[in-house]
């Protein structure tokens, strides 16, 4: 996978009021009754050469289809490792915009125990708040695809390890 060109390593931007850590480990972070059109995010994440990193933590959490958080329990809140590929795979909804917010994915993430938390956010393309909110970044948004229902997204995320 290397292909001996410099990655660009992910931006991170801010973690935002609702993290909660002690996320349950799962790919699957939908709840009984969770409001929302399914979506699944898949990617790698990667180091600055391209080349997959294996156990890679990822701990994603994020609002609802109508922009609600879960800060009792852990609806949408959901850690996982990277296969030995790089790969990740998340099963969750369609998250709405709330407030000044475009709608968005976070997530913090590590290539070890030993290297350091980033923490960044997922967009998506072609959305009308994504012009207005401030903190929105074009180097974070997903490939859509698919359609309402079996919504497709990925993304690569690049560390600097
Ligand atoms: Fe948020």
């Known amino acids: 996978m290397s292909d001996h060109i410099s990655k660009e390593v992910t931006p991170e931007v801010g973690e935002g009021p609702y993290y909660k850590t002690g996320s349950p480990q799962r790919n699957n ?17 990667l180091d600055t050469l391209g080349n997959p990193v294996n156990g890679a933590w990822l701990d994603f959490w994020q609002a609802d ?8 329990g852990y609806n949408l809140r959901g850690h996982q490792f990277t296969d030995i590929t790089g790969t990740y795979r998340l099963e969750t909804v369609i998250p709405a915009m709330y407030g000044t917010r475009t709608p968005h994915i976070h997530v913090k993430l590590r290539a070890t125990s030993l290297t350091l938390i980033i923490t960044s956010q997922l967009f998506f393309p072609d959305q009308a708040r994504n012009k207005t909110d401030p903190i929105f970044n074009p180097k974070l948004v997903m490939a859509v695809t698919g359609s309402p229902g079996n919504t497709q997204a990925s993304f690569d995320f690049v560390l600097n390890i």
């Open 65 to 72: 289809g109508n922009g609600e958080y879960d800060n009792i």
């Open 29 to 45: 972070v939908i709840g009984k009754g969770t409001n929302g059109e399914k979506l699944t995010v898949t990617g790698h994440v």
